[in-house]
């Protein structure tokens, strides 16, 4: 197994290169073609003469826009909720993440939303030739489209951004734009992750771990979730929840990076929790 780290750099997600004895499987790409086109040559590297295949962890544009780079010769399979999310919200994203500065737009010049060559439903089984890569989905989380990679012969766990480490929970709250990600299902997600018993975790962002890396981003989503709530039923407002706990969860974790995500998944909750209501 083989990890090009995300370096801490925002918006560079790890990238995961896995072999067996005939294939190579790439788990995302960056950011754009040229970033694309790095990876492929590096997993070509470690491929040798082996087949290489493409899958992405979800569609946001940091772990898929590079797709195109693995254009002739290379096997792409998405599962059809990612698919359906990229037809959906791809074009919409790429002109959202354009004006994150000028270096991000710049590695999405000439981006292409290219479609995979093979989709399933629910999860599926790579056989890479001794080794057996699970693609495995749940629904509705931190996308519609969610997937994880599982090795079971090494217990490798590809998270994607359903975990973070070090890192706080990116909610993709974007109402009335975009409102597909669901704290409720992500945290029982979560729990399915634990259940695998992995012994490696490569999360979509921040260093690699073991079990524990789980675990800490469910007791955060848990802990983000029943204060929320707490707020709510006491009558905070919205910007008065996401206020205060800004603040307490930055004091909880002040070395976790991308802090700016706490507010969008305590608007995330509270809209749930008025739902219930
Ligand atoms: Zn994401």
Partial sequence: MHVIPDGGVPLVPNVGIVSG??????????????????????AERLAGNRQVFLTLTHFHPEHGYGAQAFDQGVVTVYN????????????AYLELFKTFG?????????????????????????????RTAQLLSWGLAH????????????????????????????FPWFPPDDVDVDG?????????????????VVPGHGPLGGAEVIVAAREYLQLLRSETRRLFDAGASEDDAAAELDLSMRALHPDWAQPEWIDFGVRCFYVARAGER
């Fill in 21 to 42: 004895s005939r294939g190579t499987l790439v788990v995302d790409t960056g950011m754009g073609p040229r970033n694309g086109q790095v990876v492929r040559r590096h």
């Fill in 184 to 200: 409720d299902r992500w945290i029982a997600v979560l729990e399915e992750l634990e259940r695998l018993e992995p012994e490696i």
């Fill in 102 to 130: 000028s270096g991000v737009a710049e590695q999405l010049d000439g981006v292409e939303l290219v479609e995979p060559e093979l989709v399933y439903d629910a999860s599926a089984e790579l056989d890479l030739g001794g």
């Fill in 80 to 91: 059809r909720a990612q698919l359906e999310e990229l037809r959906q919200k791809g074009a």
């Fill in 143 to 170: 996308t519609a489209g969610d997937q994880v990679v599982f090795l079971p012969d090494r217990r490798v766990l590809f998270t994607g951004d359903l975990v973070e480490s070090e890192c706080f929970a990116i």
